[in-house]
């Protein structure tokens, strides 16, 4: 018998773990594969987001432990921005609370709001911790398949009464990871209003808010707070994944209680961290620019899947290309046709990314190539992709 309990048996191996494995074992064969599996931006992150940081640095010379839920300025400056942004005013006492992070929040709120046996609906394919955090709490996912036939967004006439009867969460993404699809102010008042009906809260994971290519995304926010919550960071909006800073925002009784739940967990954002964040939030010119370089990047591998005679595949917002695979190719055969030594790009077959695959069959085929490698290597790839992909 091994020594793992339950709840971690319970959980797969992180799908981008195994994707970095698999580029490890590529490097250590001499080859020098690129990596388009993480949504983690190799660019740098912004020269005065860096020096806040060092800055706030020295002002904690001393370094005490930081406020649980965020320190005043920093639950402020995010208030500030969302109301610029969405025209939505959130209390920075009571409607908010920072995060290391959205997927620690992701991970962690099913302990304050599930019981055993309760359900969490959660999109499939989708960001894993949706899933993981919920069988840790010892809830039960329910997977929806978020598909080409289903406009990429829940099909909430789809959800059995039974589930939406036992559901406490139901985790939406948008713009949506993997496919790229953005919810309009149509569809999030419809599941907003079709979650306060059932008593489940509604939770609008919104980590690709500002990358995108058309209009600027909307928010669920903007439907109220009853019972809604929306979950944010500084990752992809500034190139901070390694800051570790986010927040949740909305109904000020859920927040309440994963505040609690986290003065239990950790000890906050480290305070020069969250000085980091303050100062990316003052200013926009480095997202609107970290935008134009993800459409270009976006342009630039539609066109090669296209070259290479695959569907055209175009996301209206976030850092992936969802590409189709053709008709009778698996995903995992288009991933693995990407790993060909003229082209080495590392993508994640939508076979790795399916919460479950014995509820709704394998689903469609697709590869997440994320458009985060340097110009020059995305230039190199694209091209490569345009002569060199062979399937079938
Ligand atoms: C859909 C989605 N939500 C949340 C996150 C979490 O980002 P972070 O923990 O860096 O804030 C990610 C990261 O890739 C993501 O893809």
Known sequence: MGIGSNRISSIGTYAMAAV???????????????????????????????????????RHAASGYPPFAGSQPFRQAVTDWFEGRFGVSIDAETEIVSSVGSKESIFHLPEALLNPGDVAICPDPGYPPYGGGTLFAEGVPYFTPIQKATDFLPDLDSIPDEIAERAKIFWLTTPSSPSGRVASPQFLKRWVQWCRDRNIIACSDEAYSEIYFDEPPHSALEEGKEGVLVFNSLSKRSAMTGYRVGWVAGDPEVIALYRKLKANIDTGTPWFIQEAAIAAYSDESHVAEMRAGYRKRRDLFVAAFEQAGLPRSE?????????????????????????????????????????DPDQHGPGEQFVRLSMVASWEESERIASAISQYLKLG
Request: aromatic share 4%.
């Open 20 to 58: 970095r494995q698999r580029t490890e074992e590529l490097r250590a064969k001499g080859l020098h594969p690129v990596d388009f599996g993480m949504g983690d931006p190799s660019a740098a992150t912004p020269e005065f987001i860096r020096r806040a940081c060092a800055e706030g640095i020295e």
């Open 315 to 355: 996301p209206e917002a976030s850092l992936y290309v969802w590409q189709r695979a053709p008709e009778g190719i698996t995903s995992t055969q288009l991933s693995e046709a990407l790993l060909d030594e003229k082209i080495l790009a590392v993508t994640i077959p939508s076979a790795a990314l399916v919460g």
